[in-house]
């Protein structure tokens, strides 16, 4: 029968307790939600939404076409500019995901004959990119600069590195500064995925680049735009909306245009989302406060968990992830907490590359101290 192996799979899913299913989501949910990305809740925030709907009815319900025929609007271009001056780079480029992002960035910058060396603890996106490139990929230890240093020595043509600035899984920030450093050592690019830094790290949300000194003017390090590093974000995090992008220096971001398959053979970004994303923008600007937040409530949540006696990583960004005993376990763990009225995230293998199955937890800067309690005594009185 064909297909007939996938039930032997969903079977062995079944054993090893791995089964995922689709929760469709109310409008007006009553559950507190530690389990979105929307770091910052501007989601909802009605300029984002306003953004989002004025787009939609000037430009259209879609874009109508690769961004290299009808796709690109003056409000693809208008929110390029914005998003490369906000995190300091040359310029950017949109994409309709963070994944294609991703995909387009490590694609057109690791050709054939290139090393690209990428850390173990990388998101699915980053892999995936590493697996479609021409290039040889090399995998090393998770933040480990040392390990990238020896995989450097054996290559001798073009070469990338490849990591996560906040890995997804456990929240913990890679050691950007030193990663730039045995770049520059080997003349090898950086290429980073801000996906989690973007709204939360560095001067007003600016990104984990910028907070690192990598980023453009006005850091000393770089009084101009840096030549040497890539960075992707998505925008459907602490932006609220959907889609994704990459920034660098310009002769990059014109390489992918011309070079990039994600870009070019995909319809451009909805105008709804890229109206979404600029209206965030400009409110981020204008309320820089909110990334502090974020900060705030994540290590409010660490430490209040810890005293309870869980066992939680030290968050660097918005990402809270506490360990579960196993994945059975995990998946009962995050049920109670949504019977208790709490959304939380279950992650478990094979999302996690250490096989550790944790709740992942994230720490929006619209929380209030009542719902902080309320959740933290939830995940206390539900624990295994
Ligand atoms: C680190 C990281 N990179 C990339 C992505 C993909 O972004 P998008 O959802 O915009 O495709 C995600 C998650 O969604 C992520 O966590």
Redesign the pocket.
Known sequence: MAFGWIDEQARARGRAGLVRTLRPRPADSPLLDLAS?DYLGLARHPEVTEGAAEAARRWGGGATGSRLVTGTTELHDELERELAAFCGFEAALVFS??????LAAITALAPHGSLIVSDAGN?A??IDGCRLARGTTQVVGHADPEAVRKALETGGGPAVVVS?TVF?VDGDAAPLSELAQVCREFGAGLVV?D??GLGVLGDGGRGAPYAAGLAGAPHAEYPEYPEDIVV?V????SLGS???AVLGPARVIDHLVNAARTFIFDTGLAPAATGAALAALRLLRREPERAARAREVAAELHARLTASGLEAVRPDAAVVSVRAPSPERAVRWAADCRTAGLAVGCFRPPSVPDGISRLRLTARADLTGGQLDRAVRVIGETRP
Do not use: I, R, V
């Not at 995901?97 to 991703?102: E, P």
């Open positions: 990305n995901s963070g994944y294609a992002a991703n998101h996106s980053l996560d997804s995925d996906a989690h992707t998505t925008l459907s995090k959907q889609g994704g």
